[in-house]
């Protein structure tokens, strides 16, 4: 008789985020872009931080570049994708990189994205991304039972009129959520 938990694996195995997420392995990428990369790197390590670098593309422009400054700034935040994205959205301005072709719009990563970034990729539909290096298939089912455990576990507390009440005082959304 198969386990609960063996089968719960299974079924992150073949419908969870490994399956699900499409980024691809390495392709070619250009010198100029793997220079930048590994500055950027090598300032993480400057302050003991993880040597990770991106950069976000539009066609074969830079917009915005990062490096992991989490023990730097002790920010949770503080990852090399997040830090590209939000360069990126800070030269533009917001609007303009929302309405940037999502076509055309690349993230290059020395390291394959965490669950976080990940999170911010998929919000702000950056739908093409090229790591350098991989994570093993391991770490990619500890990330998947970690988010099976969150969802399994969360719990909404509280009146929800809170939160309804503040989207009503903002202007992009609906006056009824």
Not at 49 to 59: C, E, I, Q, R
Not at 92 to 102: C, I
Not at 106 to 111: I, K, N, R, Y
Request: charged share 25%.
């Amino acid at each position: 008789m198969i386990s609960l938990a063996t089968l719960i694996v299974v079924l992150l195995l073949l419908f969870g985020s490994y399956s699900q997420w499409h980024v691809r392995p390495s392709e070619e990428v250009a010198e100029e872009i793997l220079d930048t990369l590994r500055v950027l790197g090598a300032k993480a390590l400057e302050t003991k931080d993880v040597p990770v670098g991106a950069v976000v593309l539009v066609g074969e422009e830079i917009i915005g570049s990062g490096y992991n400054t989490v023990q730097r700034d002790s920010s949770a935040g503080g990852h090399a994708e997040i830090e590209a994205l939000t360069d990126a959205i800070r030269r533009l301005g917001f609007e303009r990189f929302q309405a940037l072709d999502r076509d055309s719009l690349l993230l290059v990563t020395t390291f394959e994205p965490c669950l976080m970034c990940r999170g911010a990729i998929l919000e702000y539909n950056v739908r093409n991304v090229v790591f350098l290096k991989g994570k093993p298939v391991l770490s990619w089912l500890r990330e998947d039972l970690r988010t099976f455990r969150y969802s399994w576990t969360r719990k909404q507390g509280g009146p929800a009129s809170l939160q309804d009440s503040l989207f009503r005082q903002h202007p992009q959304y609906p006056k009824e959520p």
